[in-house]
């Protein structure tokens, strides 16, 4: 708890005023790229869900929406490559749209194992939507079609991103230190 409140006293990287605001501005572009459109939208678990359900609230089209799970980091804050899943696609994508949802990509190592996954399902179409691109580690090239942040470097925690499972509930995004 003392480690948490320290977190508090430290200064916001990205504040909840600037993150709504951007998550606004995300769900407007999706919603006019899918007028005619009705996407599934599949957040990554766990760190996705605070991203993930303001988005889909400030969508003005009909969506359906599912989760994968996919964990490569255990408890560090490196990824380790291997990608083990814990809870798959349940809804059918087949021949239509879909929009990945993520919260932050890294290596891109866990977002390109996971559209590997869902290409084969069949869908009409893969879209990518992550709330934070961060570009020191990349080591595999991805294709963000919507992204709500660059961050260059930095281990973020806050706004549903985590160490070991904690920070997840604070509402600015921080940088651990
Ligand atoms: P990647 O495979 O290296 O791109 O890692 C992606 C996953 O690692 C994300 O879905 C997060 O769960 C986790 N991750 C990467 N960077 C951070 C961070 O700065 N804070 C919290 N989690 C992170």
Redesign the pocket.
């Known amino acids: 708890m003392l480690q948490d409140q320290k977190m508090n006293n430290r200064e916001v990287l990205i504040s909840q005023e600037t993150i709504q605001s951007r998550v606004y501005e995300l769900a407007q572009k999706i919603s006019s790229d899918y007028a005619d459109e009705e996407p599934i939208l599949i957040g990554?678990l766990n760190?996705v869900v605070f991203f993930f359900v303001d988005l889909v609230k400030a969508l003005t089209i009909p969506v359906t929406i599912d989760f994968i799970r996919a964990s490569?980091?255990g408890s560090g804050?490196v990824?380790k490559g291997a990608i083990t899943y814990s809870k798959d696609v349940e809804i059918n994508v087949k021949n239509k749209p879909v929009i990945i949802v993520?919260?932050?990509?890294?290596?891109?190592?866990?977002?390109n194992q996971i559209i590997k996954r869902i290409e084969k399902k069949g869908p009409k179409s893969i879209r990518i939507c992550a709330l934070i691109d961060?570009g020191e580690?990349r080591s595999e090239e991805v294709i963000l079609d919507y992204s709500g942040f660059q961050v260059e470097k930095?281990?973020?925690?806050g706004y549903g991103?985590?160490?070991d499972e904690r920070y997840r509930y604070l509402q600015d995004i921080f940088v651990l230190k």
């Open positions: 990554i760190g490569s980091y804050t990824s993520e919260d932050i990509v890294d290596t891109g190592l866990t977002l961060k580690r930095g281990f973020l925690v991103l985590d160490h």
